[in-house]
């Protein structure tokens, strides 16, 4: 039998290529924009450019007029006008009230796109401004406007353990900062997209460019009034997701399903870009206030730590998103005595979604900029410092109380990153200035919890199916998705180690709500984890029929028989082997099902929300990022030169895949730490562009050195763990620790764009007298003595 | 409002223009509109949907294709602008089909391809780049036109060293 800790001989741990690679790199991948069926319609949506106001009236007569226009749709047309992955606090067409920008007034469906796209233009909305609310500091004040409902404080998160102030007692240093992290745009490079075709009025099918193919079967269904099979839903090939594509989707494939359920047409919409920035979720942007001591040895005493968490003017995800963050809020730390309050708040700027690291990005960049404060306080190394709080085997409980599963590997991870990067050695000689830029390093941590939080667990399931063709060749259906980070190569991986054949044996296919059930969502870093476990069991109930008729070939018992290189044989003879083409088709000649399903789901846990305490999730996974960087203190500009990423990985299921992961991780993490902006004005984003909005370019990339450290976990298939979020993480807090130690300021508002620098070197910045001199009264202007201060 | 808008809505009327030019080799006709971008030309017209279109604004770098053997954005090309001219899109890099072109099998053998996006545009620019004889050190800055948010570059940088490998063996 497999097991799902045993390690099969065979693709494991390779770098053959991705199933889906060549199609891809040959352009014959077909994705949403590239499908198109006779009598399609092409969806536009008419959005507000407002952050708040009054809806008076929406006027859509000029948009119905104009040419090749088939239809346009108001709130008025929406059998049930709410859209929400958890609370239904959010409108599909807006009837009263505008909350943020990008909120719709009407649909257009026209025989062009270029038709609906103009005719959208063409929709007149009378609108009463209201005031908003742009900063979720300033919005949980008595006389903020309200946004949506009776308080900007939509919910509270809290871990509460141990005793602070009796702990702030004996705290020889504290630190008291607070921290302004901005948001970001997730910038995958295919727009949202969707295509809704309709049959009759009794059912549609959706194809879409999407992570969570379920909450799109369960938004269209709830916004038509369907019930749940009449809605089938196909994943698209994905252009990159983040998060983007989690909860997001279900908005423009519920607009385009209103479309075509009206028309009886074809729809299909595709995202401008600047649309797309516009309207879509965001990373939140975070308030994070810490109050953190530790006494002379460096021992962490106690922490505090309140956050303000930018909702937007939705909820959407944003308190699963705060849950998340909660446990990431101290780090992979040691600490007798936490508070942690997170709080979810309305205001009226773009709305906060799902995004690769959910929350715990955040607090994680704060986190580790108190650690390095600390560290300077305490006159200590930032990595001994560190050391003398990081979790291992000894002491590994958590702030949530929880005691995670032995190995604990965070040491491990920080002591490979920081040996990989020769932290010691520039340390003890750091580079000298080489022209205007200074060298800096520096380190950081994350605490990581795979798969969903307690709070989601419902949702902690996954479906695969496996269907043994007639010639030995293996088709899997799993329900999590594949939107570049290699789910299918992974699932291909797990499911020819498991019946011992070649990877080019089995074929992946997207996913399809009606092939597979309800899967969750493909986040969290458990896509290859959950879909891989249930491969396991679906070929574990495949072996049930087919070990028997291998043993009758065989002539073994069927207990004897395993599976590898492609044949069926004896354990322990391996000469006596039938191919595995040979008992596939003695199987269907024998009419013996050669289809199983496969299911997993995550252990049950204890938590209690009211004080965060208990085990929020099953398994764990540590990473420490090191970078060097180098900085031009008169210009502000960072150069990240390189990131060394270890990571705690359980059992690698296929190289290239990890390590693209963590590849790509790093350098969407160091984009987000140094030059992507989300600039807000009343809510409305004034770069919805790649010019403005500045995401790195292949000249931007560092050198990225990787150190894996494996064990046997049991958190995936194989002894796998999750890799897509903990790979982001680190970067930018190690980014903004390398960039304070280069220039022996500290730096508390991220991105670290070149202003934010400028502004923090104040009176140490390189030019700062030209402008004192240029400020000078003119009485006192003694020109000889202008120059820089010695 | 009404009066105005209502006219706004009227069809305006399009010049149309008569091209010739080559795509991948083959020599191909079609009557476009003077406004018509050369990426839509490709996509609907030609039905070659390998070039995508990221942002429409020369940002991304997705719809590029060859242009007389140049990279060039196609989305900020008219394509009654390449009456006589050569245009070789993703689907033609390997010269023929079914056959690739030494990057792009260097992207599948080195793990440069993730999302997929953008690879049809970095396989193009890559093409280009080795063409010109460049270095594939120089590759970080001659890519920086293509920007791809999956994979950090670094594999794409390994798969334009082998496929420069490959190259220069053949030579």
């Not at chain 1, 009263?96 to 959208?120: H, P």
Request: glycine share 10%.
């Amino acid at each position: 039998m497999t097991s799902h800790l045993e390690p099969v001989p065979g693709p494991l741990g390779g770098r053959h290529p991705r199933i889906d690679a060549a199609a891809k790199v040959t352009g014959s991948t077909r994705y949403v924009a590239d499908l198109a069926l006779p009598g399609m319609l092409h969806a536009a949506l008419a959005t507000a450019t407002v952050a708040s106001a009054r809806v008076l009236g929406v006027d859509t007569a000029a948009a119905r007029a104009h040419a090749d226009v088939v239809a346009v749709l108001t709130a008025a047309d929406v059998p049930a006008n709410s859209i929400g992955v958890i609370f239904g606090d959010q409108p599909l067409l807006v009837t009263d009230r505008v909350r943020m920008v990008g909120d719709r007034f009407a649909l257009v469906a026209a025989r062009t796109a270029e038709a609906a796209w103009t005719a959208a233009r063409l929709v007149g909305a009378s609108l009463e401004e209201l005031p908003g609310v742009f900063d979720p500091v300033a919005a949980v004040a008595d006389d903020a406007p309200l946004v949506n409902g009776a308080s900007n404080v939509f919910r509270t998160f809290h871990v509460q353990r141990g005793d602070t102030a009796k702990q702030a007692k004996r705290a020889a240093v504290v630190v008291e900062a607070e921290y302004r992290v901005g948001g970001q745009d997730h910038a995958y490079l295919e727009p949202q997209g969707c295509l809704a075709i309709p049959e009759g009025r009794e059912r549609i099918t959706i194809v879409a460019s999407c992570q969570c193919p379920f909450y799109i079967q369960q938004g269209v269904a709830s916004v038509l009034g369907l019930p749940l099979a009449a809605v089938r839903v196909e994943q698209a090939p994905t252009g990159g997701g983040f998060g983007g594509k989690e909860d997001y989707p279900t908005e423009p494939a519920a607009c385009a399903a209103l479309l075509a359920w009206h028309t009886g047409h074809p729809v299909r919409l595709i995202y401008p870009r600047e649309l797309d920035l516009q309207a879509t979720t965001k990373r939140h942007a975070m308030v994070v206030r810490h109050r953190w001591g530790a006494d002379r040895a460096g021992r962490l005493r106690f922490a505090e730590v309140e956050t303000f968490m930018d909702a937007g003017a939705y909820v959407g995800l944003s308190t699963v998103v705060a849950e998340r963050a909660n446990v990431s809020a101290i780090g992979p730390y040691h600490v007798g005595a936490v508070r942690v309050a997170t709080h979810v708040v309305y205001t009226n700027n773009l709305f906060g979604g799902a995004f690769r690291g959910f929350g715990a990005p955040q607090v994680t960049w704060a986190a580790e900029a108190t650690m390095d404060k600390l560290a300077t306080r305490l006159g200590m190394d930032p990595v001994e410092l560190r050391r003398v709080n990081v979790l291992d085997d000894t002491r590994r409980t958590i702030c949530t109380g929880q005691r995670l599963r032995t190995p604990v590997l965070a040491r491990e991870v920080l002591d490979r990153a920081v040996e990989l990067a020769g932290w010691d050695g520039f340390r003890a000689a750091p580079p000298a200035a080489d022209g205007a830029w200074r060298h800096g390093m520096g380190v950081s941590l994350v605490l990581y919890g795979c798969n969903l939080h307690w709070g989601g667990q419902r949702l902690d399931r996954s479906s695969a199916v496996v269907i043994l063709q007639a010639d030995g060749s293996v088709v899997v259906r799993v329900g999590l998705t594949e939107m570049g980070q290699g789910n299918l190569t992974a699932c291909q991986t797990v499911a020819a180690a498991a019946l011992g054949v070649d990877p080019s044996q089995v074929q992946v296919w997207q996913p399809d709500t009606t092939t597979v059930a309800d899967s969750g969502p493909t986040v969290a870093s458990r896509g290859s984890l959950m879909s891989g476990r249930a491969i396991l069991d679906a070929v574990r109930r495949l072996r049930v029929r087919l070990d028997p008729v291998a043993a009758e070939l065989l002539g073994c018992r069927p207990g004897e028989v395993e599976l590898a290189g492609g044949f069926a044989r004896v354990a322990g003879s391996p000469e006596r082997a039938v191919a595995m083409q040979a008992v596939a088709k003695e199987m269907s000649a024998r009419r013996i099902e050669t289809i199983a399903t496969g299911w997993h789901r995550t252990k049950a846990r204890r938590f209690d929300p009211a004080t965060g305490q208990g085990a929020p999730y099953e398994f764990y996974a540590m990473a420490c990022h090191v970078a060097r960087v180098a900085v031009d203190p008169g210009l502000g500009i960072v150069r990240v030169e390189e990131v060394t990423a270890a990571h705690d990985v359980g059992r690698v299921l296929h190289r290239d895949a990890l390590e693209g992961q963590i590849h790509g991780g790093v350098v969407q993490g160091m984009g987000w730490g140094v030059s992507e902006e989300l600039r807000l004005d009343r809510g409305r984003l004034v770069n919805p562009n790649f010019t403005d909005y500045v995401i790195p370019t292949s000249a931007d990339a560092p050198r990225i050195t990787i150190a894996l450290v494996e064990s046997d976990s049991e958190a995936g298939p194989c002894g796998a763990k999750g890799i897509g979020e903990p790979s982001f993480i680190p970067t930018a807090a190690a980014v903004r620790n390398a960039v304070c130690d280069a220039l022996g300021v500290e730096v508390d508002t991220l991105p670290l764009t070149p202003p934010r620098l400028v502004e923090a070197l104040g009176e140490r910045h390189p030019f700062a007298w030209v402008v004192e001199a240029a400020t000078r009264p003119a009485t006192e202007h003694e020109p000889a003595t202008v120059g820089p201060r010695a | 409002m009404g009066e105005d808008r209502r006219q706004a809505a009227r069809a305006p009327e399009v010049e149309r223009v008569r091209i010739r030019l080559t795509i991948n080799g083959e020599a191909r006709g079609f009557e476009v509109a003077a406004g018509r971008r050369l990426l839509d030309l490709l996509r609907d017209d030609a039905g070659l949907i390998g070039t995508k279109e990221g942002c429409g604004a020369g940002e991304c770098g997705a719809c590029t294709v060859l242009l007389d053997g140049k990279p060039v954005t196609s989305c900020l090309v008219l394509a009654a602008s390449c009456d006589g001219h050569a245009v070789t899109t993703v689907e033609g890099l390997g010269g023929s089909p079914g056959t690739m072109h030494p990057f792009q099998r260097a992207l599948v053998t080195h793990g440069g391809v993730q999302c997929g996006f953008c690879t049809p545009g970095v396989a193009v620019t890559g093409a280009a780049i080795l063409a010109g004889g460049h270095q594939p050190a120089e590759g970080a800055r001659l890519l920086a036109g293509n920007l791809c948010r999956c994979t950090g570059y670094e594999k794409i940088f390994s798969a334009l060293e082998a496929a420069a490998e490959e190259v220069r063996r053949d030579e």
